[in-house]
């Protein structure tokens, strides 16, 4: 599972302790987020690369990779590079929409969505942010914006599974489908009713389920 941008991947505990009742789940904190340390912000293929090394540390072969929001691009990323490293992507709530990729943008659609989500899961975003520090999210961000879903969709040939929450400024309906217009390789689209951006953290339970009828 890889989380997004400056929080860890305490922002999808929820929705992981729900696939680990019959699945091996693991929840990593990217470099430099959350607890794991580093002196410099990593890019987001050097961000893939940690993902792929340690899922060759891990002997996990090819898993199905849960991604959420700036995580979509880190995990879009490994499977456009590393064809055949990943059995199956979900990308939960993909950020920056065509249209939508500035940082005034993203900070207005993020100020909209904080009073949908969960108070816990604000409180552990603040510590996250504050661990990352401006600097890393900012540069990481402005990686990120160079990196254009669309574009690198078509090169990954696995099953593709794009979730939103039905109330999510940051994930359009039209870009989720869009997306899965995109993708170079079988694509389905969920949509989970009432539900904010995180959702991992915000509805597990609906994302468990659908989660779980795209891999059979």
Known sequence: MVHGLGVSGASLLPL???????????????????????RRAWTTAELAGAVDRLCELRGLGRPVVVAHSYGCHVAVELAARRPGRAAALVLMGPAFHRGG??????????????????????LGATRDYWRAGPRRVV????????????????????????M????????????????????????????????????GYAAPRAVAAAVGAFLG
């Open 164 to 199: 939103r929450g039905a109330r999510d400024p940051l994930t359009p309906r039209r870009w989720v489908r869009e997306l899965a217009a995109r993708a170079g390789g079988p694509a389905a689209v969920a949509e989970v009713p009432r539900a904010p951006h995180a959702l």
């Open 16 to 38: 992981a302790r729900l696939l680990a009742r019959d699945r091996l789940v693991l929840v990593p904190d990217l470099p430099g987020f959350g607890r794991s340390h580093a």
């Open 101 to 122: 990729r500035s940082s005034l943008e993203q900070a207005a659609r993020l100020l909209a969505d904080a009073p949908l989500e969960p108070p816990g899961l604000l």
């Open 139 to 162: 540069a990481t961000l402005r990686d990120a914006m160079g990196i254009r879903l669309e574009d690198r969709l078509p090169a990954v040939g696995a099953p593709v599974l794009i």
